[in-house]
Each structure stands twice: as C-alpha cells, then as structure tokens.
C-alpha cells in the first residue's frame, strides 16, 4: 500500500520539552481510505518521527499527559466527543470521560497531572425551506 502525508495537526509537547506529538493523516494513493497516526518527533535530533495508529474516530490534536508517558486525544463516536489516552508506546488507548452529550473544543491538564480541564460545547442549527409564491 502506498501511502501520502495528508497534514499534521494539533501539536503537543512533552513535558520535558523533548518531544513533539501530532496527527499525521496518511491518504492512501490508490483508494479513498485514509487513516490517522500519531507521530511523535525527538526535537534535538529531528529525524524522521516514530508513528503509531491513533483510534481512528481521533478528532482533533494530542497533548501529553503530565508524566510524559501517554498522550491525549478526544475521540468523536455517536456525535460526541470523551477524551482517550494512548501509551507512546502505541499499544491501544482507553477511555478516560464518559460524556453522552457535547463536542470537545479544548482541553488541559493541571500541572501536577491530576485534574482535565475540558471546554465543551454544541452547535445548533435549524432549516429553513423558502418558496417563491405563484401568482
């Protein structure tokens, strides 16, 4: 399978500062299947990153966990989002909120590790049919 690099997003940074992880979407050249990764990017040698799958309902960027050994990620299922997180070993993530409502805009970690501030929130929309009137 032949794959492209798509585009990186949402970027975190360990808390030693020696690492850089993001989402690198990877598009699949001979078919419309596409899938995302994590790549994690040693910032002193700047070689090619270490990738492993990310869960592939991820929605946005990763940030590291206070001790540097997991990174987070929100995951949107049955249109809504809970945060996961993966060891950067890349052996699977779990679940770590259980919201059944809302998206996750952003969010946190305190500094010691032990509390996830998260922004929340929904976007409403109603339809509107217009006709023009016969006369």
Known sequence: ???A?????GIGI????????????LQNTIG???HDKIALLDV???????MFDANPRISKGV????????VAYPVFE???DNVWIQPIDGSPGHQITHFNSERILQFHWSPDGKRLGLL?????SDVVLLQESKP
């Open 1 to 3: 399978m032949k794959s």
């Open 5 to 9: 690099f798509l585009a990186g997003r």
């Open 14 to 25: 360990s808390p030693d500062g020696k690492t850089v992880a993001y989402v690198v979407g």
């Open 32 to 34: 419309p299947t596409s």
């Open 44 to 50: 002193a040698t700047l070689t090619s990153p270490r």
């Open 63 to 70: 940030q590291f966990t206070a001790d540097g050994k997991f």
């Open 78 to 80: 049955n249109g809504v």
């Open 120 to 124: 929340r929130g929904h976007t409403d």
